[in-house]
Nanobody, 124 residues
Framework: QVQLVESGGGLVQTGGSLRLSCAAS????????MGWFRQAPGKEREFVAA????????MYADSVKGRFTISRDNAKNTVYLQMNSLKPEDTAVYYC?????????????????WGQGTQVTVSS
């Protein structure tokens, strides 16, 4: 069955960095676009970043542009989110997701598979 397993979350101080990983299995990873979303307590899940199946096209939420970088390794069936210059407002549970759309998409409804999430906490 399809599995997306996130890792790399944790507690970091403001200005610090974390690298999230999402290991995929149970489907043909290299044919799906991938995305990262996050959900803070009491808020809706929001788009963070997405990458096309081949890695040549990426999109970012305005709030993370210039600080976060999404990448993927199709040989390892893994997508990454490098997060730098972290801020307290980045605190959330981070989810990776897979979409079979032919273009990179940013809404939750357009993603087919989801991971369980990993907690990121940024202390001030």
């Amino acid at each position: 069955q399809v599995q997306l397993v996130e890792s790399g979350g944790g507690l970091v101080q403001t200005g610090g960095s974390l690298r999230l990983s999402c290991a995929a299995s149970g489907y043909t990873f290299s044919t799906y676009n991938m995305g990262w979303f996050r959900q803070a307590p009491g808020k809706e899940r929001e788009f963070v970043a997405a990458i096309s199946w081949g890695g040549g096209n990426t999109m970012y939420a305005d709030s993370v542009k210039g600080r976060f970088t999404i990448s993927r390794d199709n040989a390892k069936n893994t997508v990454y989110l490098q997060m730098n210059s972290l801020k307290p407002e980045d605190t959330a549970v981070y989810y990776c997701a897979a979409s079979r759309h032919t273009i990179v998409v940013i809404t939750t409804q357009e993603y087919d598979y989801w991971g369980q999430g990993t907690q990121v906490t940024v202390s001030s």
